[in-house]
């Protein structure tokens, strides 16, 4: 999406910044900038921004053979604004963007057999029937390849009808995901209604996901796994500048650390240092860390 950014409330700003972002871009550049390989799929219009996205998937080095172009469609916009504390506020203008038109013609069984893992989140579940139904075709062709599936549910208010409808949407999922990162309380307390992350962790294991990563802001994460809990506090940071994406960075280290074959501990420890950083630096992708900033900083914390 293009992303429109002020510094203070939305209705006051004379202001905006332009970039690009959007939580699964953001995800894959993250993930990128560590060392991992990304593909990425979505679909782009031939509006004037969609350039600006062609050109920055090109800059972060994401493999952009699998995105899709819809002309009729055009390029999903949001707004957001940081207060002094770097709490956020969001308007989206999302529905029928180039994105939304994908569907499951548009996922090929062979592409999918040749990832080691997919990632997807609640937002692209939120775009559109047919981008849900291309979900659910993509994890479940992963899963019947044992190729590992990561979801993040990221509940946005405005892209639903109501809570329900995100809830059986993602319910619909959970058969074919492996690996779930919901952000406690903003997306469990709305589509589970849980907000502890004990809670949290034991129903999504209830329903069979084998490894549950409750995202806790400033309180860290919590890692559950073989009917056990460990806690990974957040990285001290001395200032937050901006919140923005960090559950995203959190995305792209921890999933970094499970392709290069890291173990659980490291991949958190990978994780919360990304979003550590990130926070700290103001804009989404631009603040996403750098390998380096990211491994020294992560590998030279003590253990939890």
């Not at 139904?133 to 990561?150: C, D, H, L, P, Q």
Request: with cysteine; hydrophobic share 40%.
């Amino acid at each position: 999406m293009v992303e429109l950014s002020s510094p203070g409330e939305i209705r006051f700003a004379e202001e905006f910044t332009k970039t690009y972002a959007g939580d699964a871009l953001n995800t894959a550049v993250a993930a990128r900038r560590l060392g991992s390989e990304v593909s990425f799929l979505t679909g782009l219009s031939d509006d004037p921004f969609s350039f600006g996205l062609k050109q920055l998937f090109l800059m972060e080095g994401l493999n952009t053979r699998h995105v899709r172009r819809f002309p009729d469609g055009y390029t999903g916009l949001y707004f957001v604004a940081n207060d002094e504390a770097g709490d956020r506020e969001f308007l989206y203008y999302r529905k029928h963007s180039a994105a939304s038109l994908i569907s499951p013609k548009d996922i090929d069984e062979n592409v999918i057999k040749s990832f080691k893992l997919i990632f997807s989140t609640g937002v692209t579940l939120g775009l559109s029937q047919s981008m849900r139904e291309s979900v659910y075709k993509a994890f479940k062709i992963a899963r019947e390849n044992k190729i590992m599936t990561v979801f993040d549910p990221n509940y946005r208010n405005r892209l639903w009808k109501n809570k329900m409808e995100a809830f059986d949407a993602m319910e619909a999922l959970l058969p074919y995901v492996d690996v779930i990162l919901p952000t406690v309380p903003d997306d469990t307390m709305p589509t589970i209604g849980l907000g502890r992350p004990d809670q949290v962790i034991d129903f999504f294991w209830f329903k069979d996901v084998p490894l549950v990563v409750a995202k806790a802001g400033e309180h860290g994460c919590y890692l559950g796994y073989r009917k056990e809990v460990q806690h990974f506090p957040a990285m001290k940071v001395d200032r937050v500048v901006d919140t923005t994406g960090a559950g995203d960075a959190f995305n792209g280290g921890f999933i970094h650390g499970l392709v290069t074959g890291r173990s659980l501990s490291d991949c958190a420890r990978l994780g919360i240092t990304a979003a550590g950083l990130q926070v700290q630096r103001e804009g989404t992708l631009k603040s996403m860390p750098s390998r380096e900033a990211v491994y020294s900083r992560a590998f030279s914390m003590s253990s939890p």
